[in-house]
């Protein structure tokens, strides 16, 4: 017979992963494509066989849409420290979320260093800005998506930037104030 700590030490954390999938109303394989991790892996999680690496988690919390307590409830029960959580689950979402619904999604942070970290079961892109001589770089942003996900904000990226530069190239004899408000702005889904 099982011993249920022994067999399952993750028990808790497996049956939240599975309820909130199943509040999305995915399959295993589509959540663990989603993520990009083996379906047998998702479903050792899920019955608590198994503890999910911390980018995996976070993978998994971002795919679900979890925030602030549940995301430190799920965190703790997978046994990881709570100082590595990242800010972005630990912040007042419904604060977040008012201010992007009010317009007030304005705030921009500034980055000069980006660490990239890609595995099997995703993209990781730690955004830091450098804050003097002689001290480390701080994270201003963390970010993680799947490879899929990752390879669409590249070529968003790519097709904006060579916008930008043909509309530039169209305005030879006109100066460009460094402040210009006009953009070209394309969204990923």
């Known amino acids: 017979?099982?011993?249920?700590?022994?067999?399952?030490?993750?028990?808790?954390?497996?049956?939240?992963?599975?309820?909130?999938?199943?509040?999305?109303n995915e399959t295993l394989a589509e959540a663990s494509g989603a993520v990009e991790i083996d379906v047998r892996q998702?479903?050792?999680?899920?019955?608590?066989?198994?503890?999910?690496?911390?980018?995996?988690?976070?993978?998994?919390?971002?795919?679900?849409?979890?925030k602030d307590d549940e995301a430190i409830k799920l965190w703790d029960l997978a046994g990881y420290n709570m100082s590595k959580i990242p800010m972005s689950h630990m912040g007042s979402a419904s604060t977040l979320d008012n201010q992007v619904a009010a317009g007030n999604n304005d705030h921009v942070l500034f980055t000069d260093i980006v660490d990239v970290i890609v595995n099997n079961y995703g993209v990781v892109m730690?955004?830091?800005?450098?804050?003097?001589?002689?001290?480390?770089?701080?994270?201003?942003?963390?970010?993680?998506?799947?490879?899929?996900?990752?390879?669409?904000?590249?070529?968003?990226?790519?097709?904006?930037?060579?916008?930008?530069?043909?509309?530039i190239l169209k305005l030879p004899n006109k100066l460009i104030a460094p402040d210009s408000s006009s953009s070209d702005e394309i969204k990923s889904s």
């Not at 999680?45 to 998994?60: K, N, T, W, Y």
């Not at 998506?145 to 916008?163: D, F, N, W, Y």
């Open 1 to 24: 017979m099982d011993k249920p700590q022994a067999s399952s030490p993750f028990k808790p954390l497996g049956r939240r992963l599975k309820e909130l999938r199943g509040q999305i």
């Open 42 to 66: 998702l479903a050792s999680f899920e019955l608590g066989q198994a503890r999910p690496s911390e980018d995996v988690l976070l993978l998994l919390l971002s795919h679900f849409g979890v």
């Open 126 to 167: 730690n955004f830091m800005q450098n804050t003097g001589s002689g001290t480390q770089p701080a994270v201003v942003a963390k970010i993680g998506m799947s490879r899929e996900h990752a390879k669409s904000v590249l070529q968003i990226l790519q097709l904006t930037l060579s916008q930008t530069e043909k509309n």
